[in-house]
């Protein structure tokens, strides 16, 4: 009698144990098994190696946890009828339940959730011996479950995706860990990616640029105003740019008397880039050619405008201060109640970060002046409006066809 009240006390901690083991090993981050695999302890390694097989692994923990509820079920029932008889065998199987329910399964996974890793690592070596031992019975079972998986789900997408590792991050802002201005940055870092050149692109309209017949001391001037540390030359109109010129080396020139010595003679040779591009691509040949500026061309050989090193910075890192442009901030700023003033060239990314906008657009449309002018089919007069699920836009400022300014009002 002792003996089997004994045996029934090991077979309910066994399956605590089993419970335990399993919410442990679910529960365990991606940062703890690769901290667990460089290791120097060997449990640590040993229980790293076992995540790497989750389909044996819990069907392991599931065995060795149904024997023990099973085979406590059986020795209660038994003790049931020795002591009490058959009457009292329905008493006793809601009693063992609630037993199993608490001390089995709802405590030991509280407790495993809060000590994860060490579970895992007291664990390891009895759940591989267990995996050996059980090997035929689990090769069986696992190959049943995984073709009935595939009737209904088809193939087990196990691959880390990039939505997992967003996801991941936006955790860590909501639990404090992470900065929400790192959170943004990893976003953008991925964002790169799928950018086309074209949607950081100062456009042509915007382009300071000078005539390379122009001489030093002419747009001397106009360069002290500016404060552009590098500017485009162009040949016989704006849109036909033919070289780039440094600030510093007209400096340099008439520091030396050359005044009137013209720009094409001391320009250097332009960087071309195709506005498909990719920004991550431009960027990593910026790093290896060393270049800061890249004059960005349409499918036609068009100018479409400039971009610069800065400006693929400014997409991973943020905008940075410079008093002679606009901020970021200063593109989406706050009006009346439930009103927005929106600058023409605000991107999408930037709409979506700020006020949560997810427009659908052609793949050529980058701006929300472009979404204007998209979604009605004409170049947008003053007073123009748009309607969305979430509120309307409507164009308040129009300059020389460009719409400049735009208002969003949300719903209420």
Not at 37 to 55: D, G, H, I, Q, V
Not at 206 to 232: G, H, M, N, T, Y
């Amino acid at each position: 009698m002792i003996s089997e009240i004994i045996l029934l006390s090991f077979l309910l901690l066994m399956s605590g144990l089993f419970s335990s083991t399993e919410t442990a090993y679910t529960s365990l981050s991606m940062f703890q098994i690769q901290s667990m695999k460089k290791s120097r302890n060997r449990r640590s390694r040993c229980a790293a190696r076992l995540t790497k097989k989750p389909e044996v692994l819990l069907t392991t923990l599931l065995i060795g946890n149904n024997l023990a509820n099973i085979g406590a079920t059986a020795l209660s029932t038994s003790l049931t009828i020795q002591i009490l008889g058959n009457q009292f065998v329905g008493y006793m199987t809601g009693i063992l339940t609630l037993f199993i329910l608490i001390f089995g399964e709802v405590t030991p996974k509280q407790i495993a959730l809060a000590k994860n890793e060490a579970i895992s690592k007291l664990m390891a070596y009895p759940i591989q011996v267990m995996s050996y031992l059980f090997r035929p019975v689990i090769w069986v079972i696992s190959g049943i479950s995984s073709f009935i998986t595939g009737l209904f789900s088809g193939q087990v997408m196990k691959a880390f995706t990039l939505d997992n590792l967003l996801q991941m991050v936006s955790l860590g802002e909501n639990m404090g860990i992470v900065e929400s201005y790192e959170k943004q940055m990893v976003k953008n870092v991925f964002r790169i990616n799928d950018t086309p050149v074209k949607g950081i692109t100062t456009y042509r309209t915007d382009v300071f640029c000078l005539d390379k017949e122009a001489f030093l001391d002419e747009v001397l001037p106009q360069i002290l105003q500016k404060d552009f540390s590098r500017i485009p030359v162009y040949q016989d109109n704006s849109e036909h740019i033919v070289g780039v010129i440094l600030a510093k080396d007209i400096m340099k020139a008439l520091s030396a008397g050359e005044t009137r010595v013209k720009l094409k003679e001391i320009m250097n040779e332009p960087f071309y880039v195709p506005e498909t591009r990719m920004v991550h691509d431009l960027f990593h040949q910026f790093k290896i050619e060393n270049l800061n500026m890249a004059i960005v061309l349409d499918e036609y050989g068009g100018l479409t405008g400039i971009v610069t090193r800065e400006d693929v910075i400014e997409e991973i890192f943020g905008e940075m201060y410079d008093e002679n442009e606009e901020t970021e901030n200063d593109k989406i700023l706050n009006g009346q109640h439930n009103e927005w003033i929106i600058q023409g060239d605000t991107s999408f990314y930037d709409l979506h970060d700020h006020l949560g906008l997810d427009l659908e657009h052609d793949i050529k449309t980058l701006t929300i002046s472009g979404y204007m002018t998209e979604k009605l089919g004409i170049i947008p007069r003053l007073g123009a409006t748009v309607n969305l699920p979430e509120g309307e836009l409507k164009v308040t400022r129009v300059n020389h066809n460009k719409i400049e300014e735009i208002i969003f009002k949300r719903k209420e």
